[in-house]
């Protein structure tokens, strides 16, 4: 019986020693008894991109909820001008799809049909007196409004105004219903907007001014073309930015060339219609399926065709959207893409960094510089920024780039007023500048090249002005080990 009741012991004893926690051989002691319970952390590889869904992110429904973080400072900050660059909306495509009809789409405007916003019918009526606003004699012809029944190539649909209307109204409650920016400010100054020789662009800026400012007057509005799609205006001479293009679309060959999937998706797709592989590739029929799905109608069959075996479909649109996903993240390992972006964004980007700095020193400047543009306008521009995970630019895109005004720093005026200074004399202080970058009114200011490495948590929490000018005036061009636009552009590209 003792026996039994001593081994009861011992076996106790060992269950109260295993229980006791034990600090790690060389670790400090805790103060205290930590009763935490430590679960192992399980690694989950990110879900798998789907095709489809990014599809419908590049329609940019306006019926998407949308939220803004325009006109966002800490306080006694003075909003001093927006430079905004926009892609156009929705519009008919480009190409047709051989052998099929073109999509059934109505481009006249209607508040009666859907999607509608509470402005356009006001939006239509306004832009009959656009004759009173200073225009480019070569913009001066182009229709105000999409006025087709049936749509033509390119042209913007009602769902493109709609799109930009909507932004106007996010940026409106941002800018003037926040009171960051008195409606006074606006109507004395000049509006500057430059769009490129298309009719869809320069609609698309109409209806986001119009959505966007609280007293449109087109007296004060100045429209002025750019010829090139890059703006870059007088600086467009750049034989590097060509040959990294170049080099660019070579590279993008031979990966579409090497995907196996993709050939036999264009191979089922042409047998489908009638028509060889070779002159469906060539009609770019992505841009035509895209149309399909974002105005929800059924995808195109071969002319006369009967069941469903001529058709294209759902899963050919995901295969090529699939590739070209892919494509897009190998394109940002390979860094030709933005060796290419830094030359072709720099003429705007250099553009606006003398603006900003204009702005700083003269009192009465333009507080809204607008530029209409396209994909391949802003697509070269986010890369440039270092905005590449931002992805491909959807319709009606907008990048907004706001310029602050901060506070006068009161440490800095004391030490201003020195004892050695005669009366009444004063150092002058200067106020600082600060910079607000933004896509799609998400706030990307600190992912981008610039001020990636800036302390928001310091003194300063907006990104310093002086940060954006040196990035474009020098840094940016290290990525082609050049210090200048113009050396960069004549440097010999192996």
């Known amino acids: 019986m003792q026996f039994h009741v001593q081994m009861f012991l011992l076996l106790v004893v060992a269950i109260f020693v295993q229980l006791v926690p034990v600090s790690p051989a ?64 929705d519009r008919y495509p480009l190409y047709s799809i051989p052998m099929t009809k073109r999509p059934a789409i109505d481009c006249t405007l209607s508040p009666k049909k859907n999607p509608s916003h509470p402005l356009l019918s006001s939006f239509i009526n306004h832009m009959s007196q656009s004759g009173r606003a200073h225009w480019d004699a070569s913009l001066s012809s182009l229709p105000r409004l999409p006025n087709h029944s049936t749509c033509e190539m390119g042209e913007l649909t009602q769902t493109g105004v709609v799109q930009h209307l909507r932004n106007g109204a996010v940026m409106h409650q941002a800018y003037f219903s926040s009171q960051q920016v008195a409606s006074s400010v606006v109507s004395q100054g000049q509006l500057w907007l430059e769009s490129t020789g298309k009719s869809r662009t320069l609609q698309s800026a109409l209806a986001l001014l119009y959505g966007l400012l609280p007293d449109f007057s087109w007296p004060r509005l100045s429209v002025r073309q750019q010829w090139n799609t890059l703006f870059c205006g007088a600086a467009c001479d750049c034989p590097a930015r060509n040959r990294y293009l170049e080099l660019e679309q070579r590279r993008q060959y031979h990966q579409r060339a090497a995907d196996t999937e993709l050939d036999q998706t264009y191979v089922a797709m042409a047998a489908a219609l009638g028509v060889t592989p070779r002159v469906l590739r060539a009609s770019n029929p992505v841009d035509a399926l895209l149309c399909h799905l974002c105005h ?38 390979a860094g030709l893409y933005h060796r290419y972006a830094v030359l072709a964004a720099h003429p705007y980007l250099n553009t606006t960094a003398a603006r900003m700095e204009r702005a700083t020193r003269a009192a009465r400047q333009p507080f809204v ?25 959807s319709f009606a ?75 474009v005036r020098k840094d940016i061009f290290r990525v082609i080990n050049a210090t200048s636009y113009q050396q960069a552009c004549h440097a010999r590209v192996l």
């Open 26 to 89: 060389g670790g400090e002691r805790s103060g205290g008894k930590n009763r935490k319970r430590l679960n192992p952390v399980l690694l989950t590889a990110p879900p798998e991109p789907d095709p489809v869904a990014e599809s419908y992110h590049y329609c940019n429904l306006p019926n998407r909820t949308q939220h803004s973080w325009e006109g966002h400072s800490p306080v006694n900050h003075k909003l001093l001008s927006i430079h905004v660059m926009i892609r156009h909306g």
């Open 296 to 333: 929800n109608l059924a995808f195109p069959c071969a002319a006369g065709a009967r069941g469903n075996a001529s058709c294209l479909t759902l899963q050919h649109l995901a295969v090529i959207r699939r590739q070209q996903g892919e494509d897009e993240r190998a394109r940002r390992a």
């Open 369 to 393: 510089f607008m530029a209409s543009a396209h994909d391949i306008t802003m697509a070269p521009l986010l890369s440039a920024l270092g905005l590449e995970e931002a992805g491909f630019p």
């Open 397 to 471: 895109a907008r990048l907004v780039f706001e310029l602050w005004r901060g506070p006068e720093d009161k440490r800095a005026k004391e030490r201003g007023r020195g004892s050695d200074r005669g009366p009444g004399e004063r150092k002058k202080v200067e106020p600082a500048f600060f910079v607000r970058v933004l896509y799609d009114g998400e706030d990307l200011t600190f992912k981008t090249s610039f001020c990636r490495a800036h302390d928001r948590h310091g003194d300063t929490p907006m990104c310093p002005l002086g940060k954006f000018l040196s990035f």
